[in-house]
C-alpha cells in the first residue's frame, strides 16, 4: 500500500528554521517525484516545487524560489520541505504528493499534511 | 504565474447535474491535456477524482466526469449527492514544467 506520512505539526515564531518530513512506502522511492503543495488557512492549493529522489532534480514554483529547499534522503525514502527564516506569512498546511512521470501529469496519493504555524 | 480560474462556489438540489469550469492561457490547461481534478472534504487532504482531462482513477465514481475546450476545462457531477459536498480544485502541468492550481470551488447541495 502506497503510503505518505508526513511529520507532525509545528509552531515556530519568525526567523527560525525548520525542515518538515514526508516518509514514504509501499512503493520504489527513487521512481517517482515527490511535490509539496500548500494551503494557507482557508485558501487554496498552491504548487510550491518538486523534486526526483532518483537523480535529485529539483524544481521549484517561480513565485517560491529560493524562500524553501526541497530535498531529499533515499536511504530512508523520506522528502523534506526546508525554511532558513520563516515568516508569519508561512503559516500553511503544507501536503506532500506523489507524481508517476511515466503515467501523467497529476498527483495520485497525498500525505495527510502538516500544519506550521508562525508566530511570535 | 496566475491560477486557474474556478467559480467560488456552485450548488444544485441533490440528483441533478452540476459542472464546474476552470479557465487558464494557452500556456497550461490550453497546452497540454494535462488537467486534472482534486476533492478536498473540510479537514482531509485532497483526493484525485479526475485525471488528464477526463480519466477516473481506479474507485472514483462515474458520475464524475471531465472536458476540456481550448484554455477551459471542466468537471460534472451527475446526479448530485450530499457526499459530494466539497471544495473541488482543478490543476494544470504548465509549459514551464510547473504545475497551478485553480482556486477552488465550493459545492454546494441544497
Known amino acids: 500500500e502506497v503510503q505518505l506520512v508526513q511529520s507532525g505539526a509545528e509552531v515556530k515564531e519568525p526567523w527560525e528554521s525548520l525542515k518538515i518530513s514526508c516518509k514514504a512506502s509501499?512503493?520504489?522511492?527513487?521512481?517517482?517525484?515527490i511535490a509539496w503543495v500548500r494551503q494557507m488557512p482557508g485558501k487554496g492549493l498552491e504548487w510550491m516545487g518538486i523534486?526526483?529522489?532518483?537523480?535529485?532534480?529539483?524544481r521549484y514554483s517561480p513565485s517560491l524560489q529560493g524562500q524553501v529547499t526541497i530535498s531529499a534522503d533515499n536511504s530512508i525514502s523520506t522528502a523534506y520541505l526546508q525554511w532558513g527564516s520563516l515568516k508569519s506569512s508561512d503559516t500553511a498546511m503544507y501536503y506532500c504528493?506523489?507524481?508517476?512521470?511515466?503515467?501523467?501529469?497529476?498527483?495520485?496519493?497525498w500525505g495527510q499534511g502538516t500544519l506550521v504555524t508562525v508566530s511570535s | 504565474q496566475s491560477a486557474l480560474t474556478q467559480p467560488a462556489s456552485v450548488s444544485g438540489s441533490p440528483g441533478q447535474s452540476i459542472t464546474i469550469s476552470c479557465t487558464g492561457t494557452?500556456?497550461?490547461?490550453?497546452?497540454?491535456?494535462?488537467v486534472s481534478w482534486y476533492q478536498q472534504h473540510p479537514g482531509r487532504a485532497p483526493k484525485l477524482m479526475i485525471y488528464?482531462?477526463?480519466n477516473r482513477p481506479s474507485g472514483v465514481s462515474n458520475r464524475f466526469s471531465g472536458s476540456k475546450s481550448g484554455n477551459t476545462a471542466s468537471l460534472t457531477i451527475s446526479g448530485l449527492q450530499a457526499e459530494d459536498e466539497a471544495d473541488y480544485y482543478c490543476?494544470?502541468?504548465?509549459?514551464?514544467?510547473?504545475?497551478?492550481f485553480g482556486g477552488g470551488t465550493k459545492v454546494t447541495a441544497l
Open positions: 504528493v506523489r507524481h508517476d512521470p511515466r503515467s501523467g501529469y497529476y498527483f495520485d496519493y
Open positions: 509501499g512503493y520504489s522511492f527513487t521512481s517517482f517525484y
Open positions: 523534486i526526483y529522489p532518483g537523480d535529485s532534480d529539483t
Open positions: 494557452s500556456s497550461d490547461v490550453g497546452a497540454y491535456s494535462y
Open positions: 488528464d482531462v477526463s
Open positions: 490543476s494544470s502541468y504548465t509549459s514551464r514544467n510547473t504545475w497551478v
